[in-house]
């Protein structure tokens, strides 16, 4: 007993010391998007214009705000370079209240760029209602014109996909055929800020007693976490093993070996970078990082998730002469792809600094979406490797499956082509949510909020418990079907 209690109370503290310094680095990272969640909608790809007002003229854009506050109004404009003493008059209503009205002198606009227009003070609680977004110009000259743009299409990655449009823009009280060229930055306010180390404490608190009670259960000779601790110890050494086996024969016989694990996502990203942002014309913001984010997540998912399904099937030898746990098989195999997934962020960390885009302290939370993706491979790959033991064709349907898939995912699309009333349904992939999360980190350049915190950790953890569930009630029986 004196034995296992001195060896128990290191460990725990070194455990419980881990767990404060991952809580602090979280906190120091995140600790902004505690307080709110910034959101920015999606604008319209710039198809038409107005000709270039001048004279006196009123632009009106109906809209509804999607967030707890209003900052910001983002505008794709044309001034063409010309010397420009005009103003134009900005104001925001509801109904025929004026919420915001300011004037802004044409000389300080970019010329065929999104300008930034930043309220002076938010607009707060304006979640879901109507708004009016009214622009005025007066006595302008006809050489001293701007020229607001509008469309009917987003930019799908491969193309321009048509959108509904229930408010089209007016001009001098003339509806035109689409939308401006708008984006509203906005924020959702929340209040885990002051919660977030309570919750800490109680979950830590949580954790201990769970670490405590599984040692009392260990000493009692019953089933519980350290036995299931001390069988992995035990085979810690067949494991490191296995993930190695796999490793190198992905590369065996291979001139460059290892280093297609470098120019593999690399030059995927080159080829899709080429089609969809020459030939079609993406205009996604950092469209080579947005790629090869996305690349690297789905080809590490794919690749573990087709390895682990054979797993089982593929060391029939083994299973039916020697005796070990049998989740070893598929858990190997997904590590083994995880450390390919590992060494491909190494050339997206060049990308992002040829991009010019800067390095953050969020881009420290790389290693927590590669934990979840890797989680969640673990459990689809036990899923599907007890399923292809009793039905064989599970691997021809998770052809199909990982295709479609792929499409469903917005790897080399934005999500603003997805229609709004498919976005809850949308959202419910595991892959968008930790594809969203790395890029939030890198090419955002801060935490994601807490929701997406939640999100992954349930699309990691359930298919792993629903995956050990099939896998422990199925695999006494896999030896009568091998």
């Known amino acids: ?50 000709g270039g007002l001048a004279g006196t003229n009123v632009l009106e854009q109906s809209f509804q705000a999607q967030t707890d506050t209003l900052d910001q109004l983002e505008l794709y404009l044309g001034t063409f370079g010309r010397e420009n003493n005009s103003t134009l008059c900005m104001e925001i209503l509801e109904g025929e209240t004026l919420l915001w009205r300011q004037e802004y002198a044409a000389a300080g606009l970019a010329n065929m760029e999104v300008n930034v227009f930043r309220l002076d003070e938010p607009l707060r609680d304006v979640k879901g209602k109507r708004l009016l977004l009214r622009i005025t110009t007066e006595d302008v000259p006809e050489d001293q014109a701007v020229t607001f743009y509008y469309g009917n299409t987003v930019s799908s990655g491969r193309g321009e996909v048509a959108v509904g449009i229930d408010q089209p823009l007016r001009i001098n009280g003339e509806a035109v055929n689409g939308t401006l060229c708008l984006s509203l930055v906005g924020q959702d306010i929340i209040a885990l800020k002051r919660m977030y180390w309570p919750a800490a404490a109680g979950l830590g608190l949580l954790l201990s007693c769970a670490y405590w009670w599984g040692l009392f259960r260990f000493r009692q000779g ?94 029939a030898s083994l299973i039916t002469k020697v005796y070990m746990p049998k989740y070893i098989y598929p858990v190997s195999r997904v590590l083994s792809s995880a450390i390919n997934a590992l060494i491909s962020m190494i050339p997206l960390c ?79 992939n595991p892959m968008y949510q930790f594809i969203y999360f790395l890029r939030t980190i890198i090419i955002d350049g801060r935490s994601p909020g807490p929701y997406t915190y939640l999100y992954c950790l349930l699309c990691a953890v359930v298919p792993l418990l629903l995956g050990l569930w099939v896998f422990r009630r199925t695999q006494d029986r896999f030896v009568f079907y091998l």
């Open 1 to 50: 007993m004196t034995k296992h209690l001195g060896r128990a109370l290191p460990l725990f503290a070194g455990l419980l010391a881990a767990y404060l310094l991952a809580a602090g680095l979280l906190y120091w990272i995140g600790a902004d998007q505690m307080e709110f969640i910034e959101s920015r909608s999606s604008s319209v790809t710039p198809m038409a214009n107005d």
């Open 222 to 315: 019953k089933d519980g976490l350290f036995v299931r601790i001390s069988q992995l110890r035990r085979y810690g050494f067949l494991m490191r093993q296995l993930v190695a086996r796999d490793f190198k024969a992905k590369y065996k016989r291979s001139i460059l070996g290892v280093l297609w694990s470098f120019l593999n996502p690399l030059l995927t990203m080159c080829v899709q970078y080429l089609v969809f942002s020459t030939i079609f014309k993406s205009a996604v913001p950092h469209f080579a990082a947005y790629l090869m984010t996305g690349g690297i997540l789905f080809n590490f998912f794919t690749e573990s998730v087709g390895l682990g399904l054979t797993s089982i099937v593929g060391n």
């Open 350 to 428: 060049f990308l992002v600094l040829f991009s010019g885009i800067p390095l953050r302290k969020s881009m420290l939370l790389i290693p927590l979406v590669l934990l979840f993706a890797t989680v969640f491979n673990i459990g689809m790959s036990l899923l599907l490797s007890s399923s292809m033991v009793f039905f064989r064709d599970t691997q021809f349907l998770w052809g199909i499956l990982s295709m479609l898939w792929m499409y469903m995912t917005p790897i080399f699309y934005p999500e603003s082509i997805i229609p709004a009333r498919f976005l809850q349904l949308y959202h419910i």
